[in-house]
């Protein structure tokens, strides 16, 4: 069972600044990782899917890269909607494991 | 417009049984593979269930193999997932979701399960 590690847990940033998430894998899973965005009480969101490539309709300030275990997610200007718990999603094998998550909260 | 509308959850004793369905609209139903997701209660998602297009492969996380069994009806849309012997660690917002071949693309709003005595 391939294990996805995010990191960090919590980020705290002011809207403006550039956030990068990262989400490592514990063995190779090519470019099989997809990115989504929960709100509270919402389902999640799919963002990026195969490492990156945006879903449709996703603002481009969001961008996703990596290949192999490693993989981020950057944002490169935070919105005030964009605090929101992000996970990884790796489909290479199964089962297909979601990373812990990361918090992005507001500084 | 892509829907996905969750029913079926609710309150259940530990050790009982529970099916929620997940009714299907805007899209061609019999070309996707379709899942079930949980979420329990400030943790984080699992995935639980998959299941392929004519409902011939299905899988499922470890955890709830041989306890919950995840069926389609292509002729109405809608995708189920049977769940029983029902244990405290089931309880969770259960989603349904299309998978989109690498992802799951779209998700339905969830349906709380509670497994409390």
């Known amino acids: 069972e391939i294990v996805l590690t995010q990191s960090p847990a919590t980020l705290s940033l002011s809207p403006g600044e550039r956030a990068t998430l990262s989400c490592r894998a514990s063995q190779s899973i090519s470019t099989h990782l997809a990115w989504y965005q929960q709100k509270p009480g919402q389902p999640p969101r799919l963002l990026i899917y195969d490492a990156s490539n945006r879903a449709t309709g996703v603002p481009a300030r969001f961008s996703g890269s990596g290949s192999g275990t490693d993989f981020t997610l950057t944002i490169s200007s935070l919105e005030p909607e964009d605090f929101a718990v992000y996970y990884c999603q790796q489909r290479s094998n199964w089962p297909p494991n979601f990373g812990q998550g990361t918090k992005l909260e507001i500084k | 417009e892509v829907q996905l509308v969750e029913s079926g959850g609710g309150l259940v004793q530990p050790g009982g049984s529970l099916r929620l369905s997940c009714a299907a609209s805007g899209f061609t139903f019999t070309t996707y593979w379709m899942g079930w997701v949980r979420q329990a209660p400030g943790k984080g998602l699992e995935w639980v269930a998959n299941i392929k297009t004519d409902g011939s492969d299905k899988y499922y996380v470890d955890s709830v193999k041989g306890r919950f069994t995840i069926s389609r009806d292509n002729a109405k849309n809608s995708l189920y997932l049977q769940m029983n012997s029902l244990r405290a660690e089931d309880t969770a917002v259960y989603y349904c979701?299309?998978?989109?071949?690498?992802?799951?693309?779209?998700w339905g709003q969830g349906t709380l399960v509670t497994v409390s005595s």
């Open positions: 979701a299309r998978d989109g071949g690498r992802n799951f693309d779209c």
